[in-house]
């Protein structure tokens, strides 16, 4: 036989040549493989006559030349076996196996559960290729200090040889060839980790090192890779553990992934519920998530620590320092994360130094997830185990003290920066500020109540109105004094008003009244719910108590302080407004200008536009209204107040331009307020306002994408009753009627719809805009058949007569071309409308051209059109000088 060509060699007797090749003796040998000294010579024994070699130092110095059980080419011993799929981690994978191409330790870290095990136990099955001469993969979880060495020793088969250090042993081994140590679960070893590993960068550089630990072991040069959370591929790993036990499993995509987030996306989580789903239930399972801690316990095949959500976090949580765990108890009453000074806040007495070195460390240990810019946050089941934590610890009500005082300044800073760039900041903390107003009981309650008028106040300045009056309220319920109490509400109404809900504003306005004693104060709130009742609400939709109001009103005025000039304004307005006429309106101006409030002389300017309107004199209103916009400019949009008269001053400023045919201006204030108003770009408020304009522009492509927008936003709003509006959709259905779409009707209809009526005649409204687009429309169409009533019906006595110049300009001119005997008669009627209206003027002067057959007229009412922009009249007025 020719030495080191052996025949084929039992199990048992490579066990025996590995123990031979690491320089054991027989005893050593026999202890290792637990079989007998007599044993292990006959296998040596047999293992020379196969060898064909005459001693034992020939065939140690064989085994030089044969793998070992230990270090066969590609084996690592000891990884975990899975029977589940592996999904997701394609980038940790990617990054990590690249990373290991290097000779730094690779380090994966995330918190407990998310998967950090398996991950390791994929990448060192997919590495094995890379590392010829094997490893091992140790789970550090059972060992204690001062074992680590032991461990790794025992999992690359070593045993002891002294005088030898078994470090030595260890480091001899990994440099046999490119091996790869994997250590698992370090958290509660790190220093000694950190130390063996340090020993074996020098003294087997070419040894691959993976780590992976909640925290990161601190060592030079190391390649940490952060082990997130699932995202997209949580729903996935959901489903594939479900059906891996009911394999009929089948839910809605959006419920899955409610559940995944609810669950951080954590994969332990994940198939701890996905156990559950197949007895429970998907829709019983997301009840049970309530308590997560306790639903997702119980599992069978799992290490001790990773049978419960509760246990995988209670495993971290035990390796902490008590300032540590008192830190994170009192982080469970942040919902939406926090900063440093949140976190500050609810340790009195820590400067915030110590806090912030404290959160390096938890978040060192993935029990704080770092969100970026000086924030930072809690997994949603670390949060839950802290909160329990905090319960037992008996401090809960003591932490929910220090977060009111910390929210109450928080929105109060917030507040005081309006003017400034405060959104971002807010944004980041509003869930919290809610969650805490949302804590406090309502009673009267100092904080409580300094905190729900500052978040009334800044979600009215971000658009959430209706949150805004339900915060006013709450600030409200606990206030202190009635005065507070009282301004509240007022705020409250305010808001309603700007967002156009008179009927809520009237009852907050009553109510304000009812809860204060002073007669001033008492006399204002009276005073601005009538004003309510004429300005926002329409004649069929006003409270009973809308009658008394005046009485009351006398009362309270007459028992109120001569020199209070604000309130007499108020209530100078507020007769002005019940019982009409020019007088009243001008002396509530006067009064309002004398109190020097801007507020209560835009709401005293209101009245009077009001009673020139009835007057006709629209050239009037528009200077009235071109004033309004310049008190306007000045006036703190973020004021529920202010912003109510800001909102009403570009509706009745775009209105009052349109009646007077100054369509670029109208346009203009549209545009102004797209930019401007408090309410923003809501299309159910905001559209009408550049809709109306538009149609008369002759501009209908704009119309017509804009309009359905207008319409859907007023049924998702509800189909609130909304006559004003209605003349939008009807300029819509102008535009329909002009441009021929065949849609004509449907607009129209909706018109009566959204003025929730059947005839628009019985509109106050709607009636004149809808008799001049139906006359408009049929002189366009040559639709004459009906066109006595339709003028007839143009010339009727308008009781609102915002739109009543269209409709006789356009009733005249369709008298014209209809060949109707009273022709002539329509025209002069109309005539004097043309001081008072651009529009009407020039389609007066078309009219008189037809009439007449006067080119010089025709003329004259192109320049004119051109003048407003009217484009379609304008085309159209061509077409007839071309003819």
Not at 68 to 83: D, L, N
Not at 118 to 134: C, E, K, M, Y
Not at 383 to 397: M, Q, V, W, Y
Not at 409 to 427: H, I, K, M, V, Y
Request: contains cysteine.
């Amino acid at each position: 036989m020719v030495p080191g060509e052996p025949r084929e060699v039992s199990p048992r007797e490579a066990e025996v040549l590995a123990g031979l090749a690491e320089h054991r003796t027989n005893a050593q040998i026999a202890h290792r493989l637990q079989i007998s000294v007599r044993t292990v010579e006959s296998h040596v024994s047999s293992l020379l006559r196969k060898y064909g070699v005459a001693n034992r130092a020939a065939l140690v110095a064989l085994t030089g030349q044969q793998p070992s059980p230990s270090a066969r080419p590609g084996h690592v011993e000891g990884i975990p076996v899975s029977h589940t799929s592996f999904i997701g981690r394609r980038q940790e994978r990617q990054e990590a196996l690249a990373a290991l191409t290097h000779a730094a330790p690779v380090c994966l870290v995330g918190p407990g559960g998310v998967g950090k095990t398996r991950l390791a136990a994929v990448l060192a099955q997919a590495a094995s290729a890379s590392f010829p001469a094997g490893g091992a993969f140790v789970d550090l979880t059972p060992v204690g200090e001062g074992f680590v060495l032991r461990t790794v020793a025992d999992a690359l088969g070593l045993t002891e040889r002294p005088p030898q250090p078994l470090e030595s042993m260890v480091a001899e081994r990994l440099a046999l060839g490119r091996s790869l140590l994997v250590l698992d679960n370090c958290e509660h070893l790190l220093d000694e980790v950190g130390d063996l590993v340090e020993r074996l960068r020098s003294d087997c550089p070419q040894a691959g090192i993976l780590i992976a630990s909640r925290e990161r072991p601190g060592l030079p040069g190391e390649r940490v890779i952060t082990v997130p959370p699932l995202a997209g591929e949580a729903e996935t790993l959901f489903l594939d553990r479900a059906r891996a036990i009911d394999p009929g499993f089948a839910a809605e995509p959006a419920v899955v992934a409610e559940v995944c987030a609810r669950l951080d996306g954590l994969p332990l989580a994940i198939e701890l519920a996905a156990s559950r789903v197949a007895v429970l239930g998907i829709d019983a399972l997301r009840v049970g998530l309530q308590d997560r801690l306790r639903l997702l316990s119980g599992a069978r095949g799992r290490p001790p620590r990773h049978r419960s959500l509760r246990a995988v976090i209670g495993w971290s949580y035990d390796l902490l320092e008590e300032e540590e765990r008192a830190l994170l108890r009192r982080l469970a009453v942040f919902a939406g994360g926090f900063d440093l000074a949140a976190a500050t806040a609810l340790m009195p007495g820590t400067p915030p130094s110590a806090t912030a070195d404290v959160i390096g460390r938890l978040a060192d240990k993935s029990l704080i997830g770092v969100v970026g810019g000086g924030r930072w946050r809690l997994l949603e089941t670390i949060r839950a185990f802290a909160a329990d934590r905090l319960a037992d610890s008996g401090k809960t009500g003591e932490t929910l003290q220090l977060r009111l005082r910390w929210a109450a300044g928080t929105a109060a800073t917030l507040e005081s920066r309006l003017d400034g760039n405060w959104a971002p900041q807010f944004d980041l903390v509003a869930d919290d500020l809610r969650a805490t107003l949302a804590d406090t009981p309502a009673v009267p309650d100092r904080q409580a109540h300094r905190l729900a008028r500052s978040l009334a106040h800044l979600t009215f300045a971000r658009r959430f109105h209706r949150e805004a009056i339900g915060h006013y309220l709450a600030a409200a319920d606990r206030a202190r004094d009635a005065a507070d109490g009282h301004q509240d509400l007022l705020s409250a109404a305010a808001t309603a008003v700007s967002i156009a809900d008179g009927p809520l504003a009237f009852r907050l306005l009553v109510r304000a009244a009812d809860q204060v004693e002073p007669v001033g104060l008492r006399a204002a709130a009276l005073a601005s719910a009538l004003v309510v009742t004429h300005r926002y609400r329409g004649a069929d939709d006003r409270d009973p108590m809308s009658e008394h109001l005046p009485a009351l009103i006398d009362k309270a005025g007459a028992d109120a302080a001569p020199a209070d000039s604000r309130t007499a304004a108020l209530v100078a307005t507020a007769r002005a407004w019940d019982q009409g006429g020019l007088e009243l309106a001008s002396s509530a101006v006067e009064a309002a200008r004398e109190c020097g409030d801007a507020i209560v002389l835009l709401g005293a300017l209101d009245v009077l536009t009001r009673a020139h309107a009835r007057a006709g004199r629209m050239r009037t209103v528009q200077r009235i209204c071109r004033e309004r916009l310049t008190l306007i400019e000045h006036l703190p949009a973020h004021e529920p107040s202010a912003a109510a008269e800001i909102v009403d001053t570009f509706h009745s400023a775009a209105r009052a331009e349109l009646c007077v045919g100054d369509l670029p201006a109208a346009l203009a204030v549209a545009d102004r307020a797209q930019r401007e108003d408090p309410i923003g770009e809501h299309p159910y408020l905001s559209i009408p306002k550049t809709i109306r304009p538009l149609v008369l522009s002759g501009r209908f492509p704009e119309v017509f994408q804009q309009a359905p927008a207008m319409w859907e936003a007023w049924h998702q709003a509800g189909s609130p009753r909304s006559a004003w509006m209605s003349t939008a959709i009807c300029a819509a259905a102008l535009a329909h009627g002009l441009a021929g779409t065949g849609e004509f009707d449907l607009w129209r209809s909706r018109a009566l719809e959204m003025a929730m009526t059947r005839d628009a005649a019985s509109s106050p409204v709607l009636a004149p805009f809808a008799a001049f687009a139906d006359a408009r429309v049929a002189v366009h169409t040559g639709a004459y058949h009906q066109a006595a009533t339709l003028v007839e019906r143009a010339f009727a006595p308008f009781r609102v007569r915002w739109y009543e110049a269209y409709a006789r300009a356009a009733g005249a001119e369709l008298a014209v071309v209809a060949g109707l005997p009273e022709a002539a008669e329509r025209v002069a009627a109309a005539m004097p409308y043309a001081e008072q209206n651009d529009w009407a003027a020039a389609c007066l002067a078309r009219t008189r051209g037809i009439l007449h057959g006067d080119r010089d007229a025709l003329a004259e009412a192109a320049e004119r059109w051109t003048s407003i922009d009217a484009r379609f009249e304008h085309a159209c007025t061509l077409r007839l000088l071309s003819g």
